[in-house]
Protein backbone atom coordinates (compact mmCIF):
# COMPACT_ATOMS: atom_id res chain seq x y z
CA UNK A 1 0.00 0.00 0.00
CA UNK A 2 3.02 2.15 0.35
CA UNK A 3 4.18 2.04 -2.33
CA UNK A 4 0.77 2.89 -4.33
CA UNK A 5 0.72 5.84 -2.16
CA UNK A 6 3.89 7.03 -3.62
CA UNK A 7 2.68 6.21 -7.33
CA UNK A 8 -0.92 7.85 -6.57
CA UNK A 9 0.95 10.83 -5.02
CA UNK A 10 3.74 11.81 -7.32
CA UNK A 11 2.07 12.13 -10.75
CA UNK A 12 5.47 10.80 -12.14
CA UNK A 13 4.63 6.96 -12.34
CA UNK A 14 1.92 5.65 -14.81
CA UNK A 15 0.21 3.08 -12.31
CA UNK A 16 -2.36 2.25 -15.16
CA UNK A 17 -5.16 2.61 -12.70
CA UNK A 18 -7.86 5.18 -12.75
CA UNK A 19 -8.44 7.10 -9.62
CA UNK A 20 -12.28 7.83 -9.15
CA UNK A 21 -12.88 11.99 -9.16
CA UNK A 22 -12.65 13.14 -5.64
CA UNK A 23 -10.70 10.12 -4.27
CA UNK A 24 -7.97 11.67 -2.53
CA UNK A 25 -4.97 9.82 -2.67
CA UNK A 26 -3.44 8.75 0.76
CA UNK A 27 -1.35 11.78 2.35
CA UNK A 28 2.09 10.70 3.17
CA UNK A 29 4.15 10.91 6.54
CA UNK A 30 7.12 12.02 5.25
CA UNK A 31 10.43 13.31 7.73
CA UNK A 32 12.72 15.48 6.81
CA UNK A 33 15.86 15.85 9.34
CA UNK A 34 17.42 19.40 9.06
CA UNK A 35 14.11 20.54 7.64
CA UNK A 36 14.59 23.89 8.78
CA UNK A 37 17.61 24.64 6.94
CA UNK A 38 18.23 26.27 3.52
CA UNK A 39 17.78 23.53 1.34
CA UNK A 40 15.84 21.31 3.65
CA UNK A 41 13.12 24.23 4.19
CA UNK A 42 12.41 24.83 0.22
CA UNK A 43 12.02 20.64 0.53
CA UNK A 44 9.25 20.96 3.09
CA UNK A 45 7.39 23.59 0.96
CA UNK A 46 6.73 21.28 -1.62
CA UNK A 47 5.84 18.28 0.11
CA UNK A 48 3.36 20.62 2.36
CA UNK A 49 2.03 21.67 -1.10
CA UNK A 50 1.36 18.10 -2.27
CA UNK A 51 -0.19 17.44 0.77
CA UNK A 52 1.91 15.65 3.09
CA UNK A 53 2.09 15.25 6.41
CA UNK A 54 5.57 16.41 7.50
CA UNK A 55 7.92 16.12 10.22
CA UNK A 56 10.88 18.11 10.88
CA UNK A 57 13.46 16.92 12.98
CA UNK A 58 16.00 20.03 13.51
CA UNK A 59 18.91 20.70 16.28
CA UNK A 60 18.54 24.56 14.98
CA UNK A 61 22.96 24.42 14.38
CA UNK A 62 22.50 26.17 11.04
CA UNK A 63 18.77 26.20 10.65
CA UNK A 64 16.35 28.82 11.58
CA UNK A 65 12.71 28.91 12.38
CA UNK A 66 11.65 31.78 10.49
CA UNK A 67 12.24 29.13 7.15
CA UNK A 68 9.52 27.14 8.17
CA UNK A 69 7.17 29.33 10.51
CA UNK A 70 4.67 29.78 7.61
CA UNK A 71 3.84 25.91 8.06
CA UNK A 72 3.41 25.69 12.02
CA UNK A 73 0.11 26.30 12.31
CA UNK A 74 -0.75 23.37 9.91
CA UNK A 75 -2.34 20.07 11.49
CA UNK A 76 -0.44 18.66 8.77
CA UNK A 77 2.87 19.77 10.09
CA UNK A 78 5.20 18.90 13.32
CA UNK A 79 8.48 19.97 14.28
CA UNK A 80 10.54 18.31 16.68
CA UNK A 81 13.87 20.55 18.38
CA UNK A 82 16.09 16.79 17.98
CA UNK A 83 19.53 15.83 17.67
CA UNK A 84 19.99 13.15 15.13
CA UNK A 85 22.99 12.12 16.99
CA UNK A 86 20.52 10.93 19.95
CA UNK A 87 17.98 8.14 18.73
CA UNK A 88 14.77 9.12 17.26
CA UNK A 89 11.65 7.10 17.73
CA UNK A 90 8.41 8.23 14.97
CA UNK A 91 6.48 6.08 12.32
CA UNK A 92 6.70 7.79 8.89
CA UNK A 93 6.70 6.20 4.88
CA UNK A 94 9.93 8.09 3.85
CA UNK A 95 12.93 9.69 5.51
CA UNK A 96 14.67 12.61 3.86
CA UNK A 97 17.95 12.84 6.18
CA UNK A 98 19.40 16.26 5.24
CA UNK A 99 20.62 17.13 8.79
CA UNK A 100 24.35 17.79 7.99
CA UNK A 101 25.96 21.03 9.75
CA UNK A 102 26.58 23.21 6.44
CA UNK A 103 29.71 24.98 5.21
CA UNK A 104 32.56 23.68 6.89
CA UNK A 105 33.88 27.42 6.68
CA UNK A 106 32.45 28.63 9.16
CA UNK A 107 35.72 28.95 11.33
CA UNK A 108 37.59 31.64 9.27
CA UNK A 109 34.42 33.68 9.07
CA UNK A 110 34.26 34.11 13.14
CA UNK A 111 38.24 34.61 13.64
CA UNK A 112 37.68 35.77 17.04
CA UNK A 113 36.13 32.29 18.17
CA UNK A 114 38.07 30.26 15.63
CA UNK A 115 39.71 27.82 17.51
CA UNK A 116 36.59 26.99 20.15
CA UNK A 117 34.05 26.85 16.72
CA UNK A 118 36.81 25.22 14.29
CA UNK A 119 37.16 21.93 17.37
CA UNK A 120 33.19 22.28 17.92
CA UNK A 121 32.24 22.29 13.97
CA UNK A 122 34.14 19.69 13.09
CA UNK A 123 33.30 16.97 15.97
CA UNK A 124 29.72 17.85 15.06
CA UNK A 125 30.43 17.14 11.23
CA UNK A 126 31.97 13.52 12.44
CA UNK A 127 29.47 12.98 14.85
CA UNK A 128 26.29 14.02 12.35
CA UNK A 129 27.17 12.12 9.61
CA UNK A 130 28.43 9.17 11.26
CA UNK A 131 26.35 8.38 14.13
CA UNK A 132 23.62 10.66 13.10
CA UNK A 133 23.03 8.61 9.64
CA UNK A 134 23.29 5.22 11.30
CA UNK A 135 20.61 6.43 13.49
CA UNK A 136 18.37 7.21 10.52
CA UNK A 137 19.18 4.35 9.00
CA UNK A 138 18.24 2.01 11.82
CA UNK A 139 14.91 4.12 12.39
CA UNK A 140 14.19 3.51 8.48
CA UNK A 141 14.81 -0.33 9.45
CA UNK A 142 12.60 -0.51 12.24
CA UNK A 143 9.39 1.28 10.27
CA UNK A 144 9.82 0.30 6.98
CA UNK A 145 10.92 3.75 5.68
CA UNK A 146 12.70 4.82 2.36
CA UNK A 147 15.32 6.67 3.35
CA UNK A 148 17.16 9.75 1.37
CA UNK A 149 21.00 10.75 2.04
CA UNK A 150 22.11 14.23 0.71
CA UNK A 151 25.39 13.33 -0.10
CA UNK A 152 27.30 16.01 -1.68
CA UNK A 153 30.01 16.63 -4.56
CA UNK A 154 33.20 16.83 -1.75
CA UNK A 155 32.88 13.29 -2.02
CA UNK A 156 35.18 13.97 -5.14
CA UNK A 157 37.48 15.67 -3.31
CA UNK A 158 39.67 17.69 -5.63
CA UNK A 159 38.74 15.72 -8.74
CA UNK A 160 41.34 14.06 -11.04
CA UNK A 161 38.41 13.68 -13.67
CA UNK A 162 36.25 15.98 -15.41
CA UNK A 163 33.16 16.78 -15.11
CA UNK A 164 32.76 14.24 -11.90
CA UNK A 165 30.76 11.07 -13.27
CA UNK A 166 29.18 9.18 -9.93
CA UNK A 167 31.16 6.03 -11.02
CA UNK A 168 34.25 8.09 -10.30
CA UNK A 169 35.82 7.68 -6.83
CA UNK A 170 37.70 10.52 -5.55
CA UNK A 171 40.84 11.95 -4.67
CA UNK A 172 40.06 13.28 -1.03
CA UNK A 173 42.79 14.10 1.60
CA UNK A 174 41.43 11.47 4.27
CA UNK A 175 43.38 13.76 6.83
CA UNK A 176 43.09 17.08 5.42
CA UNK A 177 41.31 20.10 7.35
CA UNK A 178 37.77 19.79 4.89
CA UNK A 179 38.39 15.77 5.05
CA UNK A 180 35.53 15.62 8.47
CA UNK A 181 33.01 16.80 5.69
CA UNK A 182 33.87 14.52 2.74
CA UNK A 183 34.85 11.96 4.75
CA UNK A 184 31.95 11.91 7.06
CA UNK A 185 29.86 12.44 3.52
CA UNK A 186 31.25 8.96 2.39
CA UNK A 187 30.91 7.20 5.58
CA UNK A 188 27.45 8.05 5.37
CA UNK A 189 27.32 6.75 1.29
CA UNK A 190 29.10 3.46 2.91
CA UNK A 191 26.51 3.19 6.07
CA UNK A 192 23.30 3.52 3.50
CA UNK A 193 25.02 1.19 1.00
CA UNK A 194 25.73 -0.94 4.20
CA UNK A 195 22.20 -0.75 4.71
CA UNK A 196 20.48 -1.25 1.26
CA UNK A 197 22.69 -4.65 0.97
CA UNK A 198 22.38 -6.36 3.75
CA UNK A 199 19.46 -5.40 5.51
CA UNK A 200 17.09 -4.75 2.57
CA UNK A 201 15.91 -0.85 3.50
CA UNK A 202 14.89 0.93 0.38
CA UNK A 203 17.57 3.93 -0.15
CA UNK A 204 18.34 6.44 -2.18
CA UNK A 205 21.59 8.96 -2.55
CA UNK A 206 21.95 12.03 -3.83
CA UNK A 207 25.22 14.31 -4.56
CA UNK A 208 23.94 17.47 -4.40
CA UNK A 209 26.83 20.32 -6.02
CA UNK A 210 26.95 23.86 -4.72
CA UNK A 211 23.21 24.89 -4.09
CA UNK A 212 22.06 28.67 -3.89
CA UNK A 213 19.14 30.35 -3.42
CA UNK A 214 16.88 32.58 -0.89
CA UNK A 215 17.31 31.27 2.82
CA UNK A 216 20.93 30.92 2.83
CA UNK A 217 22.37 31.53 6.08
CA UNK A 218 23.36 35.20 5.91
CA UNK A 219 27.45 34.99 6.96
CA UNK A 220 27.88 31.06 6.85
CA UNK A 221 30.88 31.50 4.77
CA UNK A 222 29.51 29.80 1.35
CA UNK A 223 31.06 31.76 -1.67
CA UNK A 224 27.14 32.79 -3.47
CA UNK A 225 26.06 34.22 -0.16
CA UNK A 226 29.38 35.92 0.94
CA UNK A 227 29.66 37.49 -2.54
CA UNK A 228 25.45 38.39 -2.42
CA UNK A 229 25.99 39.56 0.79
CA UNK A 230 29.04 41.52 0.61
CA UNK A 231 27.97 43.64 -2.61
CA UNK A 232 24.60 44.50 -0.72
CA UNK A 233 26.32 45.79 2.30
CA UNK A 234 28.79 47.84 -0.32
CA UNK A 235 31.98 46.13 1.07
CA UNK A 236 34.63 44.18 -0.82
CA UNK A 237 34.20 40.69 -2.84
CA UNK A 238 36.27 38.65 -1.13
CA UNK A 239 37.78 36.22 -4.12
CA UNK A 240 40.08 33.45 -2.69
CA UNK A 241 43.52 32.74 -3.97
CA UNK A 242 43.37 33.57 -7.64
CA UNK A 243 39.37 33.37 -8.21
CA UNK A 244 40.54 30.94 -11.44
CA UNK A 245 39.02 27.79 -9.14
CA UNK A 246 35.58 26.69 -10.73
CA UNK A 247 32.48 25.91 -8.81
CA UNK A 248 28.79 24.85 -10.65
CA UNK A 249 25.90 26.66 -8.96
CA UNK A 250 22.43 25.13 -8.73
CA UNK A 251 19.33 27.00 -8.00
CA UNK A 252 17.39 25.52 -5.02
CA UNK A 253 14.13 24.24 -6.57
CA UNK A 254 15.86 22.46 -9.10
CA UNK A 255 17.37 20.35 -6.42
CA UNK A 256 14.42 19.96 -4.81
CA UNK A 257 12.79 18.20 -7.81
CA UNK A 258 15.53 16.29 -7.94
CA UNK A 259 15.31 14.93 -4.94
CA UNK A 260 11.54 14.19 -4.87
CA UNK A 261 12.17 12.20 -7.99
CA UNK A 262 15.01 10.81 -7.13
CA UNK A 263 13.13 9.37 -3.60
CA UNK A 264 9.58 8.67 -5.70
CA UNK A 265 11.83 6.51 -8.52
CA UNK A 266 13.41 2.96 -8.39
CA UNK A 267 16.98 3.98 -8.55
CA UNK A 268 19.26 3.80 -5.80
CA UNK A 269 22.15 6.09 -7.22
CA UNK A 270 24.17 7.81 -6.46
CA UNK A 271 23.02 10.48 -8.15
CA UNK A 272 24.56 13.66 -9.16
CA UNK A 273 22.28 16.67 -8.96
CA UNK A 274 23.78 19.90 -9.90
CA UNK A 275 23.79 22.45 -12.57
CA UNK A 276 26.64 21.95 -14.94
CA UNK A 277 27.09 25.56 -16.18
CA UNK A 278 30.75 26.12 -14.27
CA UNK A 279 32.06 29.20 -13.63
CA UNK A 280 35.26 30.52 -12.28
CA UNK A 281 35.11 32.77 -8.84
CA UNK A 282 35.63 35.72 -10.71
CA UNK A 283 33.21 34.78 -13.28
CA UNK A 284 30.70 34.69 -10.61
CA UNK A 285 31.99 38.14 -9.05
CA UNK A 286 31.23 39.69 -12.31
CA UNK A 287 27.52 38.23 -12.73
CA UNK A 288 27.51 39.14 -9.25
CA UNK A 289 28.11 42.84 -10.11
CA UNK A 290 25.69 42.70 -12.98
CA UNK A 291 23.09 41.62 -10.72
CA UNK A 292 23.69 44.09 -7.73
CA UNK A 293 26.77 46.83 -8.52
CA UNK A 294 28.56 46.83 -11.30
CA UNK A 295 30.76 49.03 -8.95
CA UNK A 296 31.41 46.69 -6.51
CA UNK A 297 34.66 45.72 -5.65
CA UNK A 298 37.02 42.56 -5.50
CA UNK A 299 39.38 41.88 -2.90
CA UNK A 300 41.76 38.77 -3.32
CA UNK A 301 42.63 36.87 0.12
CA UNK A 302 44.85 33.67 0.30
CA UNK A 303 43.16 30.52 -0.61
CA UNK A 304 41.99 27.47 2.19
CA UNK A 305 43.73 24.54 2.19
CA UNK A 306 43.04 21.05 0.25
CA UNK A 307 40.54 23.99 -1.94
CA UNK A 308 39.15 22.03 -4.78
CA UNK A 309 40.22 23.06 -7.97
CA UNK A 310 37.40 22.69 -10.15
CA UNK A 311 34.22 21.14 -9.77
CA UNK A 312 31.13 20.57 -12.49
CA UNK A 313 28.43 17.33 -12.53
CA UNK A 314 27.87 14.83 -14.87
CA UNK A 315 24.18 14.77 -15.13
CA UNK A 316 23.29 11.97 -17.89
CA UNK A 317 22.48 9.34 -15.25
CA UNK A 318 19.82 12.02 -13.19
CA UNK A 319 18.71 13.15 -17.33
CA UNK A 320 18.19 9.43 -17.91
CA UNK A 321 17.04 7.65 -15.32
CA UNK A 322 15.26 10.16 -12.99
CA UNK A 323 14.08 12.64 -16.40
CA UNK A 324 15.69 15.14 -14.14
CA UNK A 325 17.80 18.23 -15.18
CA UNK A 326 18.23 21.34 -13.92
CA UNK A 327 16.28 24.76 -15.44
CA UNK A 328 17.21 27.74 -13.93
CA UNK A 329 20.56 29.45 -15.11
CA UNK A 330 22.74 31.62 -12.35
CA UNK A 331 21.40 35.04 -13.91
CA UNK A 332 17.66 33.94 -13.70
CA UNK A 333 18.23 32.57 -10.06
CA UNK A 334 20.52 34.83 -8.21
CA UNK A 335 17.81 38.02 -8.62
CA UNK A 336 15.67 35.51 -6.27
CA UNK A 337 18.57 34.97 -3.92
CA UNK A 338 19.19 38.70 -3.85
CA UNK A 339 15.70 39.80 -3.69
CA UNK A 340 15.52 37.97 0.24
CA UNK A 341 18.91 38.91 0.96
CA UNK A 342 18.30 42.10 0.40
CA UNK A 343 15.04 42.21 2.58
CA UNK A 344 16.75 39.89 5.79
CA UNK A 345 20.04 42.25 5.35
CA UNK A 346 18.08 45.77 5.59
CA UNK A 347 15.06 44.57 7.91
CA UNK A 348 14.94 46.42 11.16
CA UNK A 349 14.81 42.96 12.58
CA UNK A 350 18.40 41.29 13.43
CA UNK A 351 18.51 37.66 11.98
CA UNK A 352 19.94 34.46 14.07
CA UNK A 353 17.99 33.99 16.54
CA UNK A 354 16.15 30.36 16.69
P1 LIG B 1 21.82 23.99 6.25
O1 LIG B 1 22.89 24.19 7.25
O2 LIG B 1 20.99 25.15 5.85
O3 LIG B 1 20.84 22.84 6.75
C1 LIG B 1 21.25 21.78 7.56
C2 LIG B 1 20.21 21.62 8.66
O4 LIG B 1 20.57 20.51 9.47
C3 LIG B 1 20.14 22.84 9.57
O5 LIG B 1 18.79 23.20 9.75
C4 LIG B 1 20.78 22.35 10.87
O6 LIG B 1 20.27 23.02 12.00
C5 LIG B 1 20.41 20.88 10.83
N1 LIG B 1 21.32 20.03 11.62
C6 LIG B 1 22.67 20.02 11.60
N2 LIG B 1 23.14 19.09 12.45
C7 LIG B 1 22.06 18.49 13.00
C8 LIG B 1 21.89 17.47 13.96
N3 LIG B 1 22.93 16.85 14.50
N4 LIG B 1 20.62 17.11 14.31
C9 LIG B 1 19.55 17.72 13.76
N5 LIG B 1 19.65 18.71 12.84
C10 LIG B 1 20.88 19.09 12.47
O7 LIG B 1 22.49 23.33 4.96
P2 LIG B 1 21.87 22.99 3.54
O8 LIG B 1 22.64 23.71 2.55
O9 LIG B 1 20.39 23.14 3.56
O10 LIG B 1 22.26 21.46 3.41
C11 LIG B 1 21.30 20.41 3.53
C12 LIG B 1 21.97 19.09 3.19
O11 LIG B 1 22.43 19.13 1.83
C13 LIG B 1 23.21 18.78 4.04
O12 LIG B 1 23.23 17.40 4.32
C14 LIG B 1 24.37 19.15 3.16
O13 LIG B 1 25.52 18.40 3.47
C15 LIG B 1 23.81 18.80 1.79
N6 LIG B 1 24.50 19.55 0.72
C16 LIG B 1 24.23 20.88 0.54
C17 LIG B 1 24.90 21.58 -0.46
C18 LIG B 1 24.65 23.04 -0.72
O14 LIG B 1 25.31 23.61 -1.60
N7 LIG B 1 23.72 23.69 -0.04
C19 LIG B 1 25.84 20.91 -1.26
C20 LIG B 1 26.09 19.57 -1.03
C21 LIG B 1 25.40 18.90 -0.04
N1 LIG C 1 17.45 3.82 16.01
C1 LIG C 1 16.68 4.96 16.13
N2 LIG C 1 15.32 4.85 15.96
C2 LIG C 1 14.73 3.66 15.67
C3 LIG C 1 15.54 2.52 15.53
C4 LIG C 1 16.91 2.64 15.70
O1 LIG C 1 17.17 6.06 16.37
O2 LIG C 1 13.51 3.64 15.53
C5 LIG C 1 18.92 3.94 16.20
C6 LIG C 1 19.43 3.00 17.26
O3 LIG C 1 19.48 3.68 18.50
C7 LIG C 1 20.81 2.62 16.79
C8 LIG C 1 20.81 2.93 15.31
O4 LIG C 1 19.56 3.54 15.00
O5 LIG C 1 21.77 3.41 17.41
C9 LIG C 1 21.01 1.73 14.44
O6 LIG C 1 19.94 0.87 14.68
P1 LIG C 1 19.96 -0.66 14.25
O7 LIG C 1 18.68 -1.29 14.74
O8 LIG C 1 20.21 -0.77 12.79
O9 LIG C 1 21.25 -1.23 14.93
P2 LIG C 1 21.44 -1.80 16.41
O10 LIG C 1 20.59 -1.00 17.33
O11 LIG C 1 21.01 -3.21 16.31
O12 LIG C 1 22.89 -1.62 16.65
N1 LIG D 1 35.42 31.31 -2.05
C1 LIG D 1 35.80 32.60 -2.39
N2 LIG D 1 35.39 33.63 -1.59
C2 LIG D 1 34.58 33.44 -0.52
C3 LIG D 1 34.18 32.13 -0.19
C4 LIG D 1 34.64 31.09 -0.98
O1 LIG D 1 36.52 32.83 -3.37
O2 LIG D 1 34.23 34.44 0.14
C5 LIG D 1 35.83 30.21 -2.93
C6 LIG D 1 36.41 29.00 -2.21
O3 LIG D 1 37.81 29.15 -2.05
C7 LIG D 1 36.08 27.87 -3.17
C8 LIG D 1 34.79 28.34 -3.83
O4 LIG D 1 34.68 29.73 -3.56
O5 LIG D 1 37.06 27.76 -4.16
C9 LIG D 1 33.54 27.64 -3.31
O6 LIG D 1 33.55 27.70 -1.90
P1 LIG D 1 32.31 27.27 -1.01
O7 LIG D 1 32.76 27.25 0.40
O8 LIG D 1 31.12 28.09 -1.37
O9 LIG D 1 31.96 25.80 -1.53
P2 LIG D 1 32.85 24.47 -1.66
O10 LIG D 1 34.29 24.80 -1.56
O11 LIG D 1 32.38 23.62 -0.56
O12 LIG D 1 32.50 23.97 -3.01
Known amino acids: PRRIAYELHSGHVNTGVRIPLGLKPKSLRVLVTGGSGF ?30 LHHLRNPRFEL ?24 PVHYKYNP ?18 VVGTLNMLGLAKRINARFLLT ?66 CLDDGRVVSNFVAQALRK ?57 IDPNAKIEFRPNTEDDPHKRKPDITRAKELLGWQPMVPLHEGLPMMVSDFRQRIFSHHREGGN
Not at 115 to 127: E, G, L, N, V
Not at 194 to 203: A, F, P, S, W
Request: proline share 5%; charged share 25%; aromatic share 10%.
Open 39 to 68: VGSHLVDRLMARGDSVIVVDNFFTGRKENI
Open 80 to 103: IRHDVVEPLLLEVDQIYHLACPAS
Open 112 to 129: VKTIISFKAFFFTDHKTN
Open 151 to 216: STSEVYGDPLEHPQVETYWGNVNPIGVRSCYDEGKRVAETLTMDYHRGLNIEVRIARIFNTYGPRM
Open 235 to 291: EPMTVYGDGKQTRSFQYVSDLVEGLMRLMEGEHVGPFNLGNPGEFTMLELAKVVQDT
